[in-house]
C-alpha cells in the first residue's frame, strides 16, 4: 500500500500558502527606490585638485604643498585614497605619504612613455598622471621625494626628471620613492628618468610590482629586510635616452638592482638592459642576501650578475637569461674573492659574444644546473667559459654549445663536481687543484 506521507506533506504546504495569502496585501508594494549616492559611483577619498587643497596640473604650479595638504587630510581621517587626475604635477619639494594613505594617479597598468627617445612615440607630458621633479637637483643624499610609510602606497602614476641631461653625464638626485615601515607598497609606476629608483630599505615585507623606465644610476636598493620582501615585474629599459654621451654613462656606473643584507626575498620577472651591473648582491652592516630568484634577465651589462657576497642559505636563481657583450671585459657571472655563502643557477641561458661566462673566486659554492652556455671567448684567446679560481663549484647537467675550452679548476678550488654534462666538441676542463674534485660522464662530440 502506497504510503501517505507525500499527500500530507502537500497538504500541510497548501494549508501555510494559504495562511500565509491571507495576511498579504491585495496589491504588492513597489521596491523602494535606492539613496542616491553622495559621491559618483567609483570614486572615493580625496582629490588634490578639489578647491580646499588647491593642486594644479598645470606644470608650472608648485603642488608640494598642496598635495601634502591632502594626504595628511587622508590621514587625519583614518587613512583612504588620494587620487591625482590627469595632467602635469610640478614639484619642487618632497612628499611623504602618511600610513594607510593610497596617492594614486590614473593608470591602472604601468605605461611607456618613449616619445623624449623616439619621435612621434607618447610623451610623458601627453597623458596620464605625470609628476614632475625638479626638486634637490645635485644633491644625491637629500630625502626621497616620495617617502611611503607603514600600509601606505603609490599607484598610478609616472615619475618624470623634465631637467635632466638627455646627452651627458646626468645631474644626481636623491631616491625618487624610499619604502619605510611595514607593508609599503609601489604599483603601476614609472620611473622614466630618475638618478636613483626606489630605496626599499628598512621596511618590512615591501611590495615594488609592475614598475617600469629608466633608472639612471641606481635601479632599486635592498637592505636591511628581516621580513619577506616582494619585487615582481619590473623592467628597466632605455625609454628615456640612448644618446651616446648619456647611454655610455649609464653603462660604465649604473646598477639595476642592488640587494644587501634581505631574508628570503621573493623577485620574479625582473629585466635590466643596458647597466654595468644588472643584479648586484653585496655584504652590507646588516649583512647579506638570502633569496628566491625566478625568470630575471640582464642583457648588455658589463656584468650580467655579481656576486660579492651571500648568505650561506644561498641565492637561488632559476629560470635567467644574461647577455653581456659590452665594457673591458664582459662577463654574464662574476663571483668575488670575499664570497663564503651559497648562489645556485639552474635552468639558466648564457649567451652573447662575452670573454666569459663565469669568473669565480672566494671560498663560497657556486653551482650550475641544466644551464645553457653559448657565446663564450669572442676574442678567441683561448677563454674557458668558466674560468673558477677558488672556493667549491658544481657543473651538472649543462650544455656547452660552442667548441671552446670549458671549465678551468684553479689551485685554490677546494672541491668541484663536473659530471652529466653535454660539450660540443672535445672535452677541456683543465685541473690544477689540489682539492676533491670529480670529473666524469660528460657527452663530448
Same mark, same amino acid.
Given at each position: 500500500?502506497?504510503?501517505?506521507?507525500?499527500?500530507?506533506?502537500?497538504?500541510?504546504?497548501?494549508?501555510?500558502?494559504? @495562511?500565509? /495569502?491571507?495576511?498579504?496585501?491585495?496589491?504588492?508594494?513597489? $521596491?523602494?527606490?535606492?539613496?542616491?549616492?553622495?559621491?559618483?559611483?567609483?570614486?572615493?577619498?580625496?582629490?588634490?585638485?578639489?578647491?580646499?587643497?588647491? @593642486?594644479?596640473?598645470?606644470?608650472?604650479?608648485?603642488?608640494?604643498?598642496?598635495?601634502?595638504?591632502?594626504?595628511?587630510?587622508?590621514?587625519?581621517?583614518?587613512? &583612504?585614497?588620494?587620487?591625482?587626475?590627469?595632467?602635469?604635477?610640478?614639484?619642487?619639494?618632497?612628499?611623504?605619504?602618511?600610513?594607510?594613505?593610497?596617492?594614486?594617479?590614473?593608470?591602472?597598468?604601468?605605461? #611607456? *612613455?618613449?616619445?623624449?627617445?623616439?619621435?612621434?612615440? $607618447?610623451?610623458?607630458?601627453?597623458?596620464?598622471?605625470?609628476?614632475?621633479?625638479?626638486?634637490?637637483?645635485?644633491?644625491?643624499?637629500?630625502?626621497?621625494?616620495?617617502?611611503?610609510?607603514?600600509? #601606505?602606497?603609490? =599607484?598610478?602614476?609616472?615619475?618624470?626628471?623634465?631637467?635632466?641631461?638627455?646627452?651627458?653625464?646626468?645631474?644626481? +638626485?636623491?631616491?625618487? %620613492? @624610499?619604502?619605510?615601515?611595514?607593508?609599503?607598497?609601489?604599483?603601476?609606476?614609472?620611473?622614466?628618468?630618475?638618478?636613483?629608483?626606489?630605496?626599499?630599505?628598512?621596511?618590512?615585507?615591501?611590495?615594488?610590482?609592475?614598475?617600469?623606465?629608466?633608472?639612471?644610476?641606481?635601479?632599486?636598493?635592498?637592505?636591511?629586510?628581516?621580513? %619577506?620582501?616582494?619585487?615582481?615585474?619590473? *623592467?628597466?629599459?632605455?625609454?628615456?635616452?640612448?644618446?651616446?654621451?648619456?647611454?655610455?654613462?649609464?653603462?660604465?656606473?649604473?646598477?639595476?638592482?642592488?640587494? /644587501?643584507?634581505?631574508?628570503?626575498?621573493?623577485?620574479?620577472?625582473?629585466?635590466?638592459?643596458? +647597466?654595468?651591473? &644588472?643584479?648586484?648582491?653585496?655584504?652590507?652592516?646588516?649583512? @647579506?642576501?638570502?633569496?628566491?630568484?625566478?625568470?630575471?634577465?640582464?642583457?648588455?651589462?658589463?656584468?650580467?650578475?655579481?656576486?660579492?657576497?651571500?648568505?650561506?642559505?644561498?641565492?637561488?636563481?632559476?629560470?635567467?637569461?644574461?647577455?653581456?657583450? *659590452?665594457?673591458?671585459?664582459?662577463?654574464?657571472?662574476?663571483?668575488?674573492?670575499?664570497?663564503?655563502?651559497?648562489?645556485?643557477?639552474?635552468?639558466?641561458?648564457?649567451?652573447? $659574444?662575452?670573454?666569459?661566462?663565469?669568473?669565480?673566486?672566494?671560498?663560497?659554492?657556486?653551482?650550475?644546473?641544466?644551464?645553457?652556455?653559448? *657565446?663564450?671567448? #669572442?676574442?678567441?684567446?683561448?677563454?674557458?667559459?668558466?674560468?673558477?679560481?677558488? /672556493?667549491?663549484?658544481?657543473?651538472?647537467?649543462?650544455?656547452?654549445?660552442?667548441?671552446?675550452?670549458?671549465?678551468?679548476?684553479?689551485?685554490?678550488?677546494?672541491?668541484?663536481? %663536473?659530471?652529466?654534462?653535454?660539450?660540443?666538441?672535445?672535452?677541456?676542463?683543465?685541473?690544477? #687543484?689540489?682539492?676533491?674534485? =670529480?670529473?666524469?660522464?660528460?657527452?663530448?662530440?
Amino acid at each position: 500500500m502506497p504510503s501517505l506521507l507525500p499527500f500530507a506533506l502537500l497538504a500541510a504546504a497548501v494549508t501555510l500558502a494559504a @495562511a500565509a /495569502g491571507a495576511d498579504a496585501p491585495k496589491k504588492a508594494s513597489k $521596491p523602494a527606490k535606492p539613496a542616491p549616492p553622495t559621491k559618483p559611483l567609483g570614486l572615493t577619498g580625496l582629490t588634490v585638485t578639489d578647491k580646499k587643497f588647491g @593642486a594644479k596640473a598645470d606644470g608650472k604650479t608648485d603642488n608640494t604643498a598642496a598635495f601634502q595638504k591632502a594626504l595628511d587630510a587622508a590621514a587625519k581621517a583614518g587613512g &583612504g585614497v588620494v587620487f591625482a587626475p590627469r595632467g602635469n604635477y610640478l614639484f619642487k619639494g618632497r612628499l611623504s605619504v602618511p600610513a594607510a594613505v593610497t596617492l594614486k594617479g590614473v593608470w591602472e597598468s604601468v605605461p #611607456s *612613455h618613449n616619445g623624449v627617445r623616439d619621435a612621434g612615440m $607618447p610623451l610623458p607630458t601627453d597623458d596620464g598622471t605625470t609628476f614632475l621633479v625638479t626638486g634637490d637637483a645635485g644633491t644625491e643624499d637629500a630625502p626621497a621625494f616620495i617617502t611611503l610609510n607603514t600600509n #601606505s602606497t603609490l =599607484k598610478g602614476v609616472v615619475l618624470y626628471y623634465p631637467n635632466q641631461i638627455v646627452d651627458d653625464a646626468p645631474v644626481a +638626485y636623491p631616491w625618487a %620613492i @624610499a619604502m619605510r615601515g611595514k607593508n609599503p607598497a609601489v604599483l603601476d609606476v614609472e620611473l622614466l628618468n630618475p638618478y636613483n629608483g626606489i630605496d626599499a630599505s628598512q621596511n618590512e615585507r615591501h611590495l615594488i610590482r609592475n614598475v617600469s623606465g629608466q633608472p639612471l644610476r641606481r635601479g632599486v636598493w635592498i637592505d636591511s629586510i628581516y621580513d %619577506i620582501g616582494r619585487l615582481e615585474n619590473v *623592467h628597466f629599459n632605455p625609454w628615456w635616452s640612448m644618446k651616446p654621451k648619456l647611454f655610455e654613462w649609464q653603462q660604465q656606473n649604473g646598477e639595476a638592482f642592488i640587494f /644587501g643584507r634581505t631574508d628570503w626575498h621573493y623577485v620574479h620577472n625582473t629585466f635590466c638592459f643596458g +647597466y654595468k651591473v &644588472g643584479y648586484r648582491f653585496m655584504e652590507t652592516k646588516a649583512g @647579506a642576501t638570502n633569496g628566491n630568484f625566478l625568470g630575471i634577465g640582464a642583457d648588455d651589462c658589463y656584468t650580467a650578475v655579481l656576486v660579492e657576497q651571500s648568505a650561506p642559505f644561498g641565492i637561488l636563481i632559476t629560470n635567467g637569461e644574461f647577455v653581456s657583450f *659590452h665594457g673591458p671585459d664582459p662577463t654574464m657571472i662574476a663571483v668575488g674573492a670575499k664570497h663564503s655563502g651559497s648562489v645556485r643557477f639552474v635552468n639558466c641561458a648564457f649567451w652573447g $659574444p662575452c670573454n666569459q661566462i663565469a669568473k669565480i673566486d672566494g671560498k663560497g659554492t657556486v653551482g650550475f644546473g641544466d644551464c645553457t652556455f653559448t *657565446h663564450w671567448d #669572442s676574442k678567441r684567446e683561448g677563454r674557458y667559459a668558466l674560468q673558477v679560481a677558488g /672556493g667549491t663549484v658544481l657543473v651538472r647537467g649543462c650544455e656547452f654549445r660552442e667548441n671552446k675550452a670549458q671549465v678551468e679548476l684553479g689551485a685554490k678550488v677546494r672541491r668541484a663536481v %663536473i659530471t652529466g654534462n653535454v660539450i660540443t666538441g672535445e672535452e677541456r676542463i683543465k685541473n690544477d #687543484s689540489a682539492g676533491s674534485v =670529480k670529473i666524469g660522464d660528460n657527452a663530448a662530440g
